[in-house]
């Protein structure tokens, strides 16, 4: 998890790097948010870095240690029932005519 903390104000910036503030969840200085550690956010932060204070948390080297899940069962092709395709009422009338 990324603790992120607005340390300056938006207000002068471009309308996209205050956009990308309010995407984060950030609306008031000192206000801390936290958010998952992947691309899209690392990728937002990086665009204004210069106004945020960034911090890993403890809570990300928790969420490393997942365990996978047991594979589902898959079903035959052959044992799965098929639909049946119906005509509309377009091709219905093509046909009786």
Known sequence: MLQVKLVKSPIGNIPKTRATVKALGLRKINQVVQHEDNSTIRGMIFKVKHLLD??????????????????????????APKAKKTASKKTEAKESN
């Not at 969420?63 to 996978?68: A, P």
């Open 54 to 79: 960034v911090q890993v948390s403890e809570d990300s080297k928790k969420t490393e240690t997942k365990t996978k899940a047991a594979p589902k069962a898959s079903q035959d092709k052959s044992e």
